[in-house]
């Protein structure tokens, strides 16, 4: 388990290596190589790009097609239900089936045109790592190719795929490594997504547990009437069309939700400030890990992909803090600068530039990449927001057998929330990592 473990939490590192080290020939003309150093450096809000990935066949095949490569492989998917809930319809929570590609055809069909309201469920094949489900299709995972958008590097054995019916979604949550490219393949998916400022306005939540994510308690499938009058400026709503490919900054929250029968393919790019996040992540699991062994029901606290955390060595996790320490000192530069603060950096020069100033600079690096056909997304206003969310409500039928869960969290979910905070754990990260420097300069 601790192999497992551990290539997850640092399975990016060796991307990291080759991006480094790629050649202005690697990622084909200058206005690419261009464009990568933008994503990676300077690109600070969510965008779209237009006629990127028209290489891609798989941008041709409809649901049938899909389900004529795939035959009787089954698939696993994640099962929701069309109804309110108070809190977000945690992946633990739902229900899973295995279904053939033609089979979930037959079943979503059914729920949009003759399932009753009340009943309608959706389905998700959802965070899917292609290598993994894809091998025997070489087809499917050759005609996956980033280098376009300057990431060559980057294939079908480096994405992962989502697909599922109309309403399937992930709930709100940032990724706490590296930054994202979303390629739409088929159907329509909406995003929502909000800044790092708005880290509060979130709620932020550990629990469930799942490394490298925080959710937010925010339930945007079914918004409450809390949610429908909050002031959440600075939200982009964006609707992906096949072919297109959406740039998700590094720490921006997002909730995504398919408004058809829909797939999509993702690549997490990896970024320098990661060495610093993995360090904070393996404190989180530290504390997670340390929870699961004293209490009843710890698969309570855990996303599917964590069930073995209660069941691991306390000594591999705290390995795996020992290993984040020992990484996060191996790629330091030359001048003793973390790698990470390199990227910080890029983050001050864009946020301090004053307003003139900024819209020229900005100039200067959209223009680089004109031709790629970048589309900022916009901020939404409130207003139009706000009314997006009601007429949401509408059509999530409210069920009242629900309505008297009590939602208060017990005092060790509080408390280990309060521990495991993104603001109290990179203040704790900062004082292990000064720690681990004097202990080493001794």
């Given at each position: 388990?601790?192999?497992v473990?551990?290539?997850?939490i640092?399975?990016q590192?060796?991307?990291?290596?080759?991006s480094?080290?790629l050649k202005?020939?690697?990622?084909g003309?200058t206005?690419v190589t261009?464009?990568?150093?933008s994503?990676?450096n300077v690109?600070?809000?969510?965008?779209?790009?237009?006629?990127?990935?028209?290489?891609?066949?798989?941008l041709?095949?409809?649901?049938?097609?899909?389900?004529?490569k795939?035959?009787d492989?089954?698939?696993?998917?994640?099962?929701g239900?069309?109804?309110?809930?108070?809190?977000?319809?945690?992946?633990?929570?739902?229900?899973?089936?295995?279904l053939t590609?033609?089979e979930?055809?037959?079943?979503s069909?059914?729920?949009?045109?003759?399932?009753?309201?009340?009943?309608?469920?959706w389905?998700?094949?959802?965070?899917?790592?292609?290598?993994?489900?894809?091998q025997?299709y070489p087809e499917?995972?050759?005609t996956?190719?980033?280098?376009?958008?300057?990431?060559p590097?980057c294939?079908?054995?480096?994405?992962?795929?989502w697909?599922?019916?109309?309403g399937?979604?992930?709930p709100c949550?940032?990724?706490?490594?590296?930054?994202?490219?979303?390629?739409?393949?088929?159907?329509?998916k909406?995003?929502?997504?909000?800044?790092?400022?708005?880290n509060?306005?979130m709620?932020?939540?550990?629990?469930?547990y799942?490394?490298?994510?925080?959710?937010?308690?925010?339930?945007?499938?079914?918004?409450?009437?809390?949610i429908?009058?909050?002031?959440?400026?600075?939200?982009?709503?964006?609707?992906?069309n096949?072919?297109?490919?959406l740039?998700?900054p590094?720490?921006?929250?997002?909730?995504?939700?398919?408004?058809?029968?829909?797939?999509?393919?993702?690549t997490?790019?990896?970024?320098?400030?990661?060495?610093?996040?993995?360090?904070?992540?393996?404190?989180v699991?530290?504390m997670?890990?340390?929870?699961?062994?004293s209490?009843?029901?710890?698969?309570y606290?855990?996303?599917?992909?964590?069930?073995?955390?209660?069941v691991?060595?306390?000594?591999?996790?705290?390995?795996?803090?020992q290993?984040?320490?020992?990484?996060?000192?191996?790629?330091?530069?030359?001048?003793?600068v973390t790698t990470?603060?390199t990227?910080?950096?890029?983050?001050?020069?864009?946020s301090t530039?004053?307003?003139?100033?900024?819209?020229e600079?900005?100039?200067?690096?959209y223009?680089?990449?004109?031709?790629?056909?970048l589309?900022?997304?916009?901020t939404?206003p409130?207003?139009?927001?706000?009314q997006?969310?009601?007429?949401?409500c509408?059509?999530?039928p409210?069920?009242k057998?629900d309505?008297?869960?009590n939602?208060q969290?017990?005092?060790?979910?509080?408390?280990?929330?309060a521990?495991?905070?993104?603001t109290?754990?990179?203040?704790?990260r900062?004082?292990l990592?000064?720690?681990d420097?004097?202990?080493?300069?001794?």
């Amino acid at each position: 388990m601790y192999s497992v473990i551990c290539f997850r939490i640092y399975k990016q590192t060796t991307r990291v290596c080759l991006s480094s080290n790629l050649k202005m020939s690697d990622c084909g003309d200058t206005s690419v190589t261009e464009l990568r150093h933008s994503l990676l450096n300077v690109v600070k809000e969510p965008v779209v790009f237009d006629n990127m990935i028209t290489h891609w066949e798989i941008l041709s095949w409809d649901m049938e097609r899909w389900a004529s490569k795939l035959g009787d492989k089954k698939l696993p998917f994640r099962v929701g239900l069309n109804k309110a809930t108070p809190l977000p319809q945690w992946e633990h929570e739902c229900q899973q089936e295995k279904l053939t590609l033609y089979e979930f055809i037959k079943m979503s069909n059914f729920n949009d045109t003759e399932a009753p309201k009340q009943c309608k469920k959706w389905w998700y094949f959802d965070y899917k790592y292609m290598h993994e489900w894809f091998q025997e299709y070489p087809e499917i995972l050759q005609t996956v190719d980033w280098g376009t958008l300057g990431f060559p590097e980057c294939g079908g054995a480096e994405s992962t795929l989502w697909l599922g019916s109309k309403g399937a979604h992930t709930p709100c949550h940032i990724d706490v490594y590296g930054c994202n490219l979303v390629a739409q393949v088929l159907g329509r998916k909406q995003w929502y997504l909000f800044p790092p400022t708005m880290n509060d306005e979130m709620l932020p939540t550990r629990i469930p547990y799942e490394e490298s994510s925080i959710f937010s308690m925010h339930n945007f499938y079914c918004p409450s009437t809390k949610i429908t009058q909050a002031d959440l400026s600075g939200v982009r709503v964006v609707t992906l069309n096949p072919g297109q490919v959406l740039f998700v900054p590094r720490h921006w929250w997002h909730y995504v939700e398919n408004l058809d029968t829909a797939i999509s393919i993702n690549t997490w790019i990896p970024l320098e400030a990661d060495d610093e996040a993995r360090v904070g992540e393996s404190l989180v699991r530290l504390m997670m890990a340390m929870a699961c062994k004293s209490t009843t029901d710890p698969q309570y606290f855990l996303n599917p992909n964590e069930v073995d955390l209660p069941v691991s060595p306390l000594e591999d996790t705290l390995q795996l803090v020992q290993i984040s320490l020992e990484r996060h000192t191996q790629n330091k530069t030359s001048e003793g600068v973390t790698t990470s603060d390199t990227h910080t950096t890029a983050e001050k020069l864009v946020s301090t530039t004053a307003s003139k100033e900024e819209k020229e600079d900005k100039r200067k690096i959209y223009s680089t990449i004109s031709k790629t056909a970048l589309n900022i997304v916009p901020t939404c206003p409130v207003a139009d927001f706000q009314q997006l969310l009601l007429d949401k409500c509408k059509n999530v039928p409210f069920d009242k057998s629900d309505s008297g869960k009590n939602c208060q969290r017990t005092l060790l979910e509080e408390c280990l929330n309060a521990f495991c905070h993104p603001t109290v754990i990179a203040a704790v990260r900062d004082v292990l990592l000064k720690t681990d420097k004097q202990t080493n300069l001794r």
